[in-house]
């Protein structure tokens, strides 16, 4: 089975920084991308960005290169969403999510998801 | 960047009934087109890939058609456990975008 394990809810001050992390186990972890999406408090679903374990191949969403970095651990199966200066606007939920494929359309949809962190960024 | 419009907005049916649901896109994602589940405290659940495509384990009430810019999700009767807001996705253009859901409400 499947499972997309992620990190707990973390509560942080505006201009810190963190990393959190989802862990992959029940399939072969460097042969499937995995995306991360932005679910701000009451609102609907964001595609922020994906990264290839086997490689490192990143591609972030426009709305989102340069505000945070996706990475791969691939030897524990664990894929990161950091924040190196969070805001009070990165406060949300934010989901991990593996895809069975990525072709010449781009990334196929998200078949299995992490059951999400809960950011919240206050002063 | 692809603009993904659902409607409506809320839905409010019985169950029983037959839900349909629209998504709308700016311009043409031909049929990359994904539905999404997501129940309140829950993380989505994947539903039908490439506008028409049933994931694993879904059940036959749900149906995905169309192509281009209008799409449709069709739960043809409606159980207690679909209430719920649904989402649509496309991934034919970057960034892949999401539309901002339909809310599936009881009467």
């Known amino acids: 089975e499947v499972q997309l394990v992620q990190s707990g809810a973390y509560v942080k001050k505006p201009g810190e920084s963190l990393k959190i992390s989802c862990k992959g186990s029940?399939?072969?972890?460097?042969?499937?991308?995995i995306g991360w999406v932005r679910q701000m408090p009451g609102k609907g679903l964001e595609w922020m960005g994906i990264?290839?374990?086997?490689?490192?191949?990143?591609r972030y969403s426009p709305s989102f290169q340069g505000q945070v970095t996706i990475s791969a651990d691939k030897s524990i199966s664990t894929a990161y969403l950091q924040w190196s200066t969070l805001k009070a606007s990165d406060t949300g939920m934010y989901y991990c999510?593996?895809?069975?494929?990525?072709?010449?359309?781009?990334?196929?949809?998200?078949?299995?998801w992490g059951q999400g962190t809960l950011v919240t960024v206050s002063s | 960047e692809i603009v993904l419009t659902q409607s409506p907005a809320t839905l409010s049916l019985s169950p029983g009934e037959r839900a349909t649901l629209s998504c709308r896109a700016s311009?043409?994602?031909?049929?990359?087109l994904a539905w999404y589940q997501q129940k309140p405290g829950q993380a989505p659940r994947f539903l039908i890939s490439?506008?028409?495509n049933r994931a694993t384990g879904i059940p036959a009430r749900f149906s995905g058609s169309g192509t281009g810019t209008d799409f449709t999700l069709t739960i043809s009767s409606l159980e207690p456990e679909d209430f719920a807001v649904y989402y649509c996705?496309?991934?034919?253009?970057?960034?892949?975008?999401f539309g901002q859901g339909t809310k599936l409400e009881i009467k």
């Open positions: 311009q043409s994602v031909s049929s990359s």
């Open positions: 990264i290839y374990p086997g490689d490192s191949d990143t």
């Open positions: 490439d506008a028409s």
């Open positions: 999510a593996k895809t069975s494929f990525y072709d010449t359309s781009g990334p196929g949809p998200f078949d299995s």
């Open positions: 996705q496309q991934r034919s253009n970057w960034p892949p975008t």
């Open positions: 029940g399939y072969r972890f460097t042969s499937y991308w």
